[in-house]
């Protein structure tokens, strides 16, 4: 599989198709009020760099807000059918990249508990568990309740 992960400068079909599957899958594990992800509108935004990954078709997308200080990992998400493949890594390598050449060298991320593929993936690429930050940190403790809170200094 040669996977490509491209920038992505506003919505278009594949991007709404992509943020459609992660809105419904998480639907499916985690009350409203838990639920974080950027609305699509939210993403596409001067700070977000957002990304989809492909091979041919899109197998899944991502991105990065670049605050002050620290970045966040925002809306990963892998087509079933191409999880174990390698696609995750890869956009994270480049959610990676982009945070270092923005001169910001803590990455950061909220995920749900029961994201169990997810928090193994962040878990080999450095990632370890942190408090809440940044806007999770005025959240009451209910919305965050199902909340891991995970950063990685990057060199």
Do not use: W
Request: proline share 5%.
């Amino acid at each position: 599989m040669a996977i490509t992960v491209e920038l992505v400068s506003a919505p278009d079909d594949e991007v709404r198709a992509l943020i459609a599957a992660l809105d419904a899958e998480l639907a499916q594990g985690y009350a409203p009020e838990n639920r974080h992800g950027l609305a699509l509108a939210a993403i596409f935004q001067p700070h977000i760099k957002f990304f989809i990954a492909r091979d041919g078709a899109a197998l899944g997308c991502g991105g990065v807000a670049l605050f002050d200080g620290f970045a966040e990992v925002k809306r990963m998400y892998v087509v079933p059918a191409a999880r174990g493949t390698g696609v995750a890594p890869a956009i994270l390598a480049r959610i990676e990249a982009e945070t270092i050449a923005a001169g910001i060298s803590l990455l950061r991320l909220e995920t749900g508990d029961v994201q169990h593929a997810a928090m193994r993936l962040y878990a080999r690429a450095g990632f370890t568990p942190c408090a809440a930050f940044g806007d999770y940190l005025a959240m009451p403790a209910s919305a965050i309740s199902t909340s891991v809170f995970l950063e990685k200094r990057l060199e």
